[in-house]
Structures are given as structure tokens and as C-alpha cells.
């Protein structure tokens, strides 16, 4: 990462008391928690621990897709426990939550400003965001990685003899081989490496510097690289 998050100014915990005594609410964060496990992968990444051990690579698409998601999720959190009684919050959260992934990235700072910001089309940050997820449902939902694949194999001249499969010999290599190439594509888990984490890292930072933790420490979003004035 080019710098590092400052999270020493967030809430740890957002509250919602009843001045009379009573039942009253706490909403916990633990969005540093995520995000320091998040910097200590990157920093091995970095440092080239990935080469010797590429499962990191793995992981940061792992951990990186819940250290955003996870401040995506408590953004709307925040917003919903400020703006309604404690009853009607969860079913209001609920509806934010089940939003798909990549639109959640895109209309969260629309959604916690109430419509007065929107993030700029074609933004590179939003587009590595969405490009690391579309990694995490690759990896994770990895079904079409399974795969059988055609190919062609040269007429031998071949003969099935008394349930024997006869070669004519002027078919085969001196050393009895038989050419022949099967084309294969890359699982996807061998594209990644320590650049593209990196990137992706960088990417993650820039939503959070200038998204998350603004709203998170000031309860509102300013206008930035990021995100524009809706019309």
C-alpha cells in the first residue's frame, strides 16, 4: 500500500441511549480490525513473501473482498441506526445489505449522503473494486473452473484387433510417442500476482481514505476524486 489508513479517530462503537434509563443500543466497530489484517498481508505481499508462498495471493482476494464489503455493510449500518428507531433498523439494514456487491460499492456514499454525492462513472478506484470482486466470485464460486476441453487427435491409422488396439508403426515417434496438444487456459488462481494484489490494495485504501472513513469519523462525505455532486 502507498500509505497507510489512518483508523485511530474512528468510533468504536456508535450509541443510541435512552436519556430516561432503559434498554439503549451499541453498534460495534470493528472495521480496523479488518483492515490491519488486511496491511500485514499486503506488507508480505510486498516484500515478496508471495513468490514462496503464492497461497497469500489466495487470501489477500479473500480478506481484502471482506475487509471492503464488511465497510460497506457497516456504512449502511451507521446510516440506518442514526436515521430509524432501533425496531425498524434491521429491516431497513436488511434491504442494503442483500444489495449485489459491485452495485454496493458504487451507490453506498449515494445511499449514507442521501442522495447529495454519487462516485464518478468510470472512476479507476470503482473499477478495480469491481474487478477485484468479479476475482473473488471467480475463486470462490469456482464451479466453471471445472472444465473438459477438445481437442484434436491425429488419425493413427489404428485397428481393433481381437479387443487389441493396433498402431501401424509409421504412426508412432522412434521412441513408440504419438503427437498430439491439448490447449488449457489459466485457472484463474494462477493469474493473480503481487502487482495486481498491490494495485487492488491501493484501490481498497483510496475507496476507504475518502469514503469510509470520512463518513465513519465526520458523518459526511465531501467532494473528492472519487465521487461528484449528484444532479
Not at 443510541?16 to 472495521?31: H, K, P, R
Not at 444489495?99 to 449514507?112: A, D
Not at 481393433?160 to 485457472?187: C, K, Q, W, Y
Request: hydrophobic residues 35%.
Amino acid at each position: 500500500m502507498k500509505n497507510r489508513l489512518n483508523t485511530e479517530d474512528m468510533p468504536k462503537m456508535i450509541l443510541s441511549c435512552n436519556i430516561m434509563g432503559g434498554e439503549s443500543y451499541a453498534l460495534v466497530n470493528d472495521v480496523d480490525e479488518y483492515y490491519k489484517r488486511l496491511e500485514t498481508l499486503l506488507d508480505d505481499i510486498s516484500n515478496g513473501k508471495g513468490k514462496a508462498c503464492n497461497y497469500l495471493y489466495f487470501a489477500f482476494v479473500s480478506l481484502a473482498s471482506a475487509t471492503l464489503e464488511y465497510s460497506l455493510n457497516f456504512m449502511l449500518s451507521v446510516h440506518c441506526f442514526k436515521k430509524y428507531n432501533y425496531p425498524m433498523y434491521e429491516k431497513h439494514l436488511q434491504s442494503f445489505i442483500d444489495i449485489k456487491y459491485t452495485t454496493k460499492i458504487e451507490i453506498t456514499p449515494e445511499i449514507v449522503s442521501e442522495g447529495k454525492y454519487t462516485i464518478k462513472e468510470g472512476n479507476s478506484t470503482l473499477q478495480c473494486l469491481k474487478e477485484l470482486v468479479n476475482m473473488r466470485n471467480k475463486l470462490l464460486h469456482n464451479s466453471k473452473a471445472v472444465k473438459v476441453t477438445t481437442f484434436d487427435f491425429p488419425n493413427t491409422g489404428a485397428k481393433i484387433l481381437d479387443g487389441e488396439v493396433f498402431v501401424p508403426l509409421d504412426s508412432l515417434n522412434d521412441d513408440g510417442s504419438i503427437d498430439f496438444s491439448v490447449n488449457s487456459r489459466d485457472n484463474e488462481i494462477t493469474t493473480i500476482n503481487a502487482r495486481w494484489c498491490i494495485r487492488m490494495g491501493n484501490a481498497i485504501r483510496n475507496y476507504l481514505d475518502n469514503i469510509v472513513t470520512p463518513y465513519l469519523i465526520h458523518n459526511s462525505l465531501e467532494v473528492n476524486d472519487l465521487f461528484v455532486p449528484c444532479k
